[in-house]
């Protein structure tokens, strides 16, 4: 069943909490796919007024911060043997070459790596842990983190809530057409902010020599 289809099917506030405890869990560094969930209901939100988009960032932006800052202390206490268990039990997703991208990217960018990984598949299960690894200071990640959970979070379910809802409106007065253009408007926005994510995160080649 589709994501969207299967949320029609629960409650709002089975919705809010959904959202709240996905995106946690892959902040803390578990991967599963947050995106994919909030993009979902907040379409969802859009053409339901049983959902309310305000209360649908808010857990989100919620479930950001707290997974992050519990990947952190995760991150803090385990260390690199935590990276290695990681590794072995999700190899897709934490192997070596994932881990010392992820690391140029932290030891390069500091909190900015934090901040935009938000907006980067792989940096926002890696951001949390890694963070606590590599024992950057709690104050600058805590920043880092409640900024970037309010931009990508809030940012998200608002661009998605307000494409869907001209979508609607749109569909109603010039048919598909409407429909192409406001989704295609909604997906240039969001591929614009991950490739300034992408770009602020990725290291530079090193120069031969140094």
Not at 17 to 30: D, F, K, N, R, T
Not at 142 to 164: D, M, P, Q, R
């Amino acid at each position: 069943m589709h994501v969207q289809e299967w949320l029609e099917t629960v409650p709002a506030v089975a919705v809010y909490a959904l959202v709240g405890l996905v995106i946690g869990l892959e902040s803390l560094g578990i991967p599963l796919p947050g995106e994919i969930i909030l993009v979902s209901s907040a379409l969802l939100a859009s053409q339901h007024g049983d959902i309310d988009p305000v209360v649908l960032g808010a857990c989100a932006t919620a479930g950001a911060i707290i997974g992050d800052s519990i990947g952190y202390a995760i991150g803090r206490k385990g260390g690199r043997p935590l990276l290695a268990w990681l590794g072995a039990r999700f190899p897709r997703h934490f192997s070596e070459g994932h881990i010392a991208t992820a690391e140029r990217s932290f030891r390069k960018w500091g909190m900015w790596a934090v901040f935009f990984g938000r907006f980067v598949a792989l940096l926002r299960i890696f951001a949390g842990p890694l963070a606590g690894v590599l024992r950057m200071p709690y104050w600058k990640f805590l920043i880092a983190n409640v900024l970037g959970g309010i931009v990508w979070a809030g940012g998200t379910t608002t661009v998605i809530y307000y494409v869907g809802v001209v979508a609607e409106s749109w569909l109603k007065r010039f048919s598909w057409l409407g429909l192409v253009l406001a989704v295609l408007i909604g997906a240039a926005s969001m591929l614009v902010l991950k490739r300034k994510a992408r770009k602020a995160t990725t290291p530079e080649p090193a120069i031969a020599g140094d």
